[in-house]
């Protein structure tokens, strides 16, 4: 998704929760990774792999200057002859360290084998973020998690939600883990955390536009 459909897709849902949730789990994404040397680990389930927000990540760290937003995507399965950033399998995940960052992305139950391997990586001291359909097993392995239950479930809930399975308020707007994977991806690119409105706020926005516009993105993916 390109700079002005992001625009036009934040001023849509301009007022709802999920503008706020999508650019505080953005600021820890981009706070786990940015003063780190390690990798950042980017997981799905055996049914889900979360190649988008792997390309997504990837062009924001090209356009932000942020090397260390571009991911490892860890694979669950492994085709003979791919290239070698796209044969990565879960044992990356064992051998994950202080310092790095697993990022868990699925729409459902991660699984049991997913779930022994990111436990695995946060005891050797890996930060371990979450954005998933609501898996409680999933995030209270997580430092940070961000909720996104379905495209009619409701509003963003963070991990310490006291009742994650309330029903939504009817005046919630729609959302699905796609559209949130492009507000988060975008979010942890921006050259600044939401700040107070400004002009130099303003400019800093411009700028940045005219150069998503005018760069091409990277063909790694």
């Keep these: ?28 994404l981009r706070s786990s990774v940015e003063p780190r040397a390690g990798d950042l680990l980017l997981v799905g389930s055996a049914e889900y792999e979360p190649w988008h927000l792997a390309a997504h990540l990837d062009d924001e760290a090209a356009w932000s200057g942020l090397p260390q937003l571009s991911p490892t995507l860890v694979r ?14 879960l044992a990356r995940l064992e051998a994950a360290r202080r310092g790095e960052t697993v990022l868990v ?4 139950r991660p699984g049991d084998t997913l779930l022994e391997r990111v436990h695995d990586a946060r005891r050797a001291g890996a930060t371990v973020l979450a954005l998933d359909g609501g898996d409680r097993d999933l995030h209270s392995l997580a430092h940070d998690a961000l909720a996104v239950p379905g495209p009619l479930s409701g509003p963003p809930r963070a991990p310490d939600s006291p009742d994650p399975e309330c029903e939504a308020p ?42 998503q516009l005018t760069t091409p993105p990277p063909t790694r993916w």
């Design 1 to 28: 998704m390109d700079a002005v459909r992001v625009a036009l897709l934040r001023e849509v849902l301009a007022g709802t929760e999920w503008l706020e949730a999508t650019r505080r789990f953005a600021g820890s």
């Design 76 to 89: 669950h399965r492994i085709r003979p002859g791919v290239p070698p950033h796209l044969a990565v399998g």
């Design 105 to 108: 992305v699925s729409p459902g």
């Design 170 to 211: 009817e005046d919630t707007e729609p959302v699905g883990l796609d559209t949130v994977q492009h507000l988060v991806s975008a979010a942890a690119g921006e050259n600044s955390l939401p700040a107070p409105r400004g002009r130099r706020r303003f400019r800093d926005r411009l700028s940045r536009l005219a150069e």
